[in-house]
């Protein structure tokens, strides 16, 4: 429970009224470590959140709840990786605009606010000097004191003039912090991703704590070796003749895990697969076993390769397997002459 001194004599509306924070032991483990809060240009919000519980007020009464942040001083900051300590890195950047968030819930009666816990989960931290959305406007590498008020909403015509009784700020030392744009001490990070349950997803990804061991990731039955190419039957007759050699590897990954892990290479060639491709498997007119895509009629006459040979008197090299312009151009149906 936290109360600043010296805001002068109060309406008996909110004279009364006292606030706890929530989560404060959290609060306190983060302050500990040198909380860290993110700023983005669209906006993030804080973790842990900010909530309080409300006591004292008048019932029948109507309040609107309020945060603001303030800086905590005029210096800006840097983290010191070596030594794990926040320095001060020069004079603050020039003050951004000051704004107040009201809670959505705003105004309600003091029975409303008092029912249950009030958190400000909706409000938002940014960086950007242009924000249009309302969003709290702080500078990187800055330290903030957030700040918690109580207003009476005074049905009076002239309530302007008690503005100053109708108001109670209320401060908690264990909520300061720095903003950044990303988290600078890797503790800070190790205790959001272990407290905050929307970062379920990290920790659940630690290896250590899968329960059930990793299963094969290839379960192929084994074929025959006739389906080995001719290179890789070397290899496994060179490894019959001399079962002691083990094969030139660079990984320390034992070869039984190797095994469990990756299929067989004949699992993985298929005779039909590993059958080498011919000139006619290629081209128009002629069956294919493997169903490629045969070649497109051209719409327009070719240009004639042996003609620009002939000309230019460039060399080419036999067997290259040009075809003429006739034979480009026969149907999807037709076989060459």
């Not at 929530?22 to 804080?46: D, H, P, S």
Request: one cysteine or more; a positive charge.
């Amino acid at each position: 429970m936290a109360e600043p001194t010296g805001q002068g004599p109060k309406n008996p509306c909110v004279s009364s009224v006292t606030v706890q924070l929530e989560m404060k032991a959290l609060w306190e483990e983060f302050n500990q470590l040198g909380t860290e809060m993110i700023v983005t240009k669209a906006g993030r919000r804080m973790f842990p959140t900010f909530q309080v519980k409300i006591l004292g007020m008048d019932a029948l009464a109507d309040y609107a709840l309020l945060m603001d942040f303030v800086p905590l001083d005029d210096k800006r900051y840097r983290y010191a990786f070596h030594s794990s300590a926040w320095l001060v890195a020069g004079k603050a950047d020039p003050a951004t605009p000051g704004r107040m968030h009201f809670h959505p819930d705003s105004p309600a009666k003091g029975a409303q606010w008092m029912r249950q816990i009030v958190s400000f989960d909706k409000l938002k931290l940014t960086n950007n000097l242009l924000d249009d959305n309302g969003h709290i406007i702080l500078n990187s590498m800055h330290r903030y004191q957030p700040r918690f008020h109580v207003v009476f909403v005074d049905p009076r015509k002239d309530s302007e003039r008690y503005a100053q009784e109708n108001f109670k700020s209320f401060i908690f030392t264990e909520t300061q912090f720095t903003a950044v744009t990303a988290y600078q001490n890797h503790r800070i990070t190790q205790l959001k991703i272990a407290s905050n349950p929307f970062a379920k997803g990290f920790r659940e990804s630690d290896p250590d704590s899968w329960t059930v061991p990793p299963r094969p990731l290839l379960s192929v039955p084994a074929r025959s070796c006739s389906s080995l190419s001719p290179c890789l039957m070397k290899g496994s007759t060179e490894q019959e003749k001399d079962p002691n050699k083990v094969p030139a590897s660079t990984s320390r990954t034992p070869a039984r895990l190797h095994h469990q892990l990756l299929a067989p290479p004949e699992a993985l060639l298929a005779p039909a697969t590993y059958r080498p491709l011919t000139y006619q498997d290629l081209y128009t007119g002629v069956s294919s076993p493997l169903g490629i895509p045969r070649a497109r009629p051209t719409p327009y006459p070719l240009p004639n390769i042996q003609a620009d040979r002939d000309q230019e008197g460039l060399p080419l090299q036999a067997g290259l397997g040009l075809l003429s312009p006739s034979t480009m151009c026969l149907g999807s149906h037709q076989a060459p002459q």
